[in-house]
């Protein structure tokens, strides 16, 4: 009888890829659910970018493959996109290298950096995509916990007590998801002594920059940061481009060289059209981000605030990011009973917070990627049940 892989054992299909497939039903049925769970942004990318993708695939020569490495275009944007808010100096030829969106960064960066039986440190909690692809390659899972008196930032006093052996990657993830807790340049400093201090790589997931947030910063304006440390930046939050599969690695020349050995055996590049594209997005006009992104999400995070409201859930208002994130009442079990119950009483999905670890097992995440009238048709919805008692 054929069998599948061992590995498989270790990890469970996503969850959103199992219960979308209930939502499906449910819609299917006429119930007409409101999702407000994933955070894939339902707005446009800026005119110029979508013009320029129709521009290259009329082009009779665009359809080859291309450079695994990415079209010199796409690397000097990302390089300019990085002075330009971050001030940090990157050289396009050597020091970034496209990914086809921040998840294949993830196996790229594990492949080329653990071995299977070497140790990962994952935050408790985390997007979980950290501890399934680690645990596929056949990585030892290290959680250290984030906690919300301490503002969700790394506890390195927790840190510097536990056994680092073996431990080769610290996968950070600044500003946080799910927490929403915003990135600060006194926690990557110490990221990067940490790193030096105990080689180990830190690998710093930075998708929500520009999402509710006045002053993006990267771990990379910390001198001495490319040494030891990585960074990833991704188009999907920032630009409305998730579909598209666009990111970025940074750090230094020998790193990026190690990841694209990998990189080259598994992908064929991506392409032209989409990276010529991309590399036009990466020089919006500020105004854009504004108008387009920060504007429309602060007026969305106030019917998500009004709906934590309405389930008893406190939550930090100083929150960025297109989450919201709240702790629930303590009536409840844990969040997933919550969640279950405005998902059939209300007709609104949204996510436990148990499946970025234990640490969230009393939290709930609402996204704010949904239109103000649906969002607020889920604050109608949910105030005519009663969550609270």
């Known amino acids: 009888m054929i069998q599948p892989a061992d590995r498989l054992s270790l990890v469970s299909e996503y969850y959103f890829s199992r219960k979308l497939k209930e939502v499906a039903q449910m819609n299917a049925e006429g119930k007409d659910i409101i999702s407000l769970a994933i955070g894939s942004p339902d707005m446009p990318p800026s005119p110029q970018t979508i013009e320029k993708l129709c521009e290259v695939a009329r082009r009779p020569d665009a359809h080859g493959y291309q450079p695994t490495m990415g079209t010199p275009e796409l690397r000097q944007a990302m390089a300019r996109f990085y002075k330009r808010w971050y001030d940090v100096e990157l050289d396009p030829a050597r020091e970034v290298l496209p990914l086809i969106g921040s998840k294949e960064g993830i196996l790229h960066v594990t492949l080329a950096f653990v071995n299977p039986g070497d140790a990962v440190l994952v935050p408790n909690p985390g997007y979980p995509t950290y501890t399934s692809l680690s645990k596929l390659l056949g990585a030892k899972i290290v959680n250290y916990n984030l906690r919300e008196d301490n503002g969700w930032q790394p506890d390195f006093d927790a840190l510097e ?75 999907s939050k920032s630009h409305n481009m998730p579909g598209w599969r666009v990111g970025l690695c940074a750090t230094n020349a020998e790193f990026i060289s190690w990841i694209l050995k990998v990189k080259s055996n598994i992908d064929s590049g991506t392409f032209r059209g989409i990276q010529l594209a991309a590399a036009l997005a990466y020089d919006n006009r500020e105004e854009w981000h504004r108008e387009a992104n920060i504007a429309t999400y602060r007026r969305r995070r106030q019917y998500a605030e009004q709906i934590m409201q309405a389930l008893g859930c406190s939550f930090d208002p100083a929150q960025v990011g297109m989450f919201l994130w709240g702790r629930i009442p303590d009536n409840y079990t844990d969040a997933e009973e919550l969640t279950e119950r405005v998902l059939h009483e209300a007709r609104v999905f949204i996510t436990p917070g148990f499946i970025f670890g234990s640490r969230g097992e009393r939290y709930i995440r609402i996204s704010l990627c949904a239109k103000e009238e649906k969002i607020s048709e889920a604050l109608k919805r949910i105030n005519s049940s009663t969550f609270t008692s």
């Open 161 to 235: 007590q536990m056994d680092l052996t073996g431990v080769k990657l610290m996968w950070t993830n600044y500003p946080n998801m799910p927490t929403g807790a915003p990135a600060s340049i006194d926690t990557y400093r110490q990221l990067v002594d940490f790193a030096r201090r105990h080689d180990i790589v830190v690998v710093n997931d930075n998708p929500y920059s520009f999402i509710l947030n006045e002053h993006p910063i990267s771990l990379l304006q910390v001198p001495g940061a490319k040494a030891c440390c990585i960074e990833f930046n991704s188009m």
